[in-house]
């Protein structure tokens, strides 16, 4: 619980738009004090604070890139000063790349998308990890790494380097997960379906969710809530036997 | 009018749990038992008490007349299913496949495989939105048992159950599109009678430790996840088994 609000804290990297927003507004909304971190879009973020705090809540936004490690440390040192704790990480911020074929991807392009999805993901862990164990004087808590359901298709023709990313981040929810299980920490996945969110503009191909949705077997794209309603249900203590394993939540794919 | 949910093998253990839980959800909740009838009323009774509506109905999910007798009665009494729970569950004696008998195994994939479809076959009659229904959730309890294979414990239980994740998937996407999501919960190792029943009663305690999160689940904590997969918090997960096993 923080110190000044009485509330538990949750850091949700990514969190200016997309899953990452609609998972702190619900996180809020359950009643976390949530740190919005974002990359670059510092006004949508500040809407997600506003919101949060309309709810009550208490909020920061804190600008850093998770692709380094530095940013990482600085955010968890904004954490610390703002909320003196933290009880819950949601490792959401991610990079897909542009999509197309594995023979026309730049080094460059792969390199990024590995820095954010898998090392950043994997660093904002160890710090949380610092953080939370009870071996190192912690109350515990829950890191949620915010997988895709690429890690198991593949993603050909799209982008073979953002699912192997996510593979490697389900990896890291099994190892971390196994690593820290009686360190009062657990460690979970969601692997997220498609998602009506601006990630598929991002990597040129905006209105994917509606083409796709007859190869979906539910029929539709998610909405980014559905994804945090999942978060949410991991986060809390109902989920309290879950650890180091993923949750689908494809629609069916 | 509230929803009603079907627990298979609802008088004990996980079964038993997740009745009591959906009753304190809102939810009217129907389970069928095999033998334990004192059980199966003391469930009853506390779903009663939590305010809603409970059914007992005897009979053995390995046996298809039972299974059609048993989808009559609950619609008699408490209206159309809209939520299954293909709890029921046998491992037969633990042991290795060595000595394992045909009857054994059988046994087990009857109740655990061939039961838990034909389960899920008439609760499709009456959910799927193509014949008339209103749509439902379909949740089978599977366990951790399919990927650690159970060796020297009970390989042909790890076999039914690979079965029951397979089913998850393939009618998961059979029924996308007419209002039903099938989903799975994989347990670990819970303290419930089945551990007796398998020969080894004090198993989950025996075992709890070698559990990385350092000890068994119990029953409510199992229930726990089967009530969000039957929420509409899980509306956009089908086809799909969580694991709930403390790392295992």
Not at chain 2, 95 to 123: F, H, K, M, P, Y
Request: net charge positive; proline share 3%; with cysteine.
């Amino acid at each position: 619980m923080s110190a000044v609000t009485g509330a538990p804290v949750v850091l949700v990297t990514g969190a200016s738009r997309g899953i990452g927003a609609a998972t702190a507004r619900m996180a809020a909304a359950r009643g976390y004090d949530v740190a919005v971190n974002y990359v670059a879009n510092a006004e949508a973020a500040a809407r997600v604070v506003g919101e949060i705090e309309a709810l009550g809540r208490k909020a920061v936004a804190i600008q850093g890139d998770v692709g380094r490690e530095a940013d990482i440390v600085a955010m968890f040192a904004a954490v610390d000063r703002a909320f003196g704790r933290i009880d819950a990480l949601v490792n959401n911020a991610g990079a897909a790349g542009r999509i197309g074929r594995v023979e026309n991807v730049s080094g460059e392009m792969v390199r990024n998308v590995m820095d954010v999805n898998v090392t950043g993901a994997l660093l904002c862990a160890r710090e949380a990890v610092k953080r939370m164990s009870t071996k190192r004087g912690g109350t515990g808590g829950v890191i949620v790494n915010i997988s895709s359901g690429a890690a198991t298709t593949g993603s050909p023709e799209n982008y073979v380097w953002y699912a192997a990313s996510k593979a490697a981040l389900d990896a890291i929810t099994l190892g971390l997960g196994l690593e820290v299980a009686r360190e009062g920490i657990r460690v979970v996945g969601v692997q997220a379906g498609v998602t009506d969110t601006d990630i598929h503009a991002a990597v040129g191909a905006p209105g994917r969710p509606q083409k796709m949705a007859d190869r979906i077997p539910i029929g539709r794209p998610a909405e980014p809530e559905e994804m945090a309603e999942c978060i949410l249900w991991l986060m809390s203590d109902a989920a309290r036997y879950c650890t180091a394993t993923t949750l689908r939540a494809g629609g069916g794919l | 009018m509230a929803k009603v949910v079907l627990i298979t093998g609802g008088s004990r253990g996980i079964g038993a749990a997740t009745a009591r839980l959906c009753a304190k959800n809102g939810y009217d909740v129907a389970i069928s038992y095999q033998s334990n009838a004192a059980a199966a009323a003391a469930v009853v009774k506390d779903i009663a008490a939590a305010g809603r509506r409970g059914f007992a109905f005897k009979g053995n999910v390995a046996r298809e007349a039972e299974i059609l007798a048993l989808f009559d009665a609950v619609e008699k009494k408490l209206g159309p299913v809209w939520g299954l729970v293909n709890n029921a569950g046998i491992t037969g004696k633990i042991g290795r496949v060595e000595d394992v008998s045909a009857a054994t195994i059988q046994e087990v994939i009857d109740v655990n495989v061939v039961g838990a479809l034909i389960a899920a076959r008439e609760a499709i009659k009456r959910m799927s939105t193509k014949r008339g229904g209103k749509g439902g959730v379909i949740v089978n309890i599977s366990s951790v048992a399919v990927t650690l294979g159970s060796p020297n414990t009970y390989v042909w239980y790890a076999a039914a159950k690979g079965a029951v994740d397979a089913m998850t998937l393939g009618l998961g996407l059979e029924v996308a599109r007419e209002g039903i999501r099938v989903v799975g919960v994989a347990p670990g190792l819970t303290e419930t009678e089945l551990h007796a029943a398998g020969g080894i009663p004090d198993r989950a305690q025996k075992l709890g430790n070698q559990v990385p999160i350092g000890r068994a689940g119990k029953p409510e904590e199992i229930a726990e996840a089967i009530l969000w997969m039957l929420s509409d918090a899980a509306g956009y997960c089908t086809a799909t088994t969580l694991r709930v096993g403390g790392g295992r």
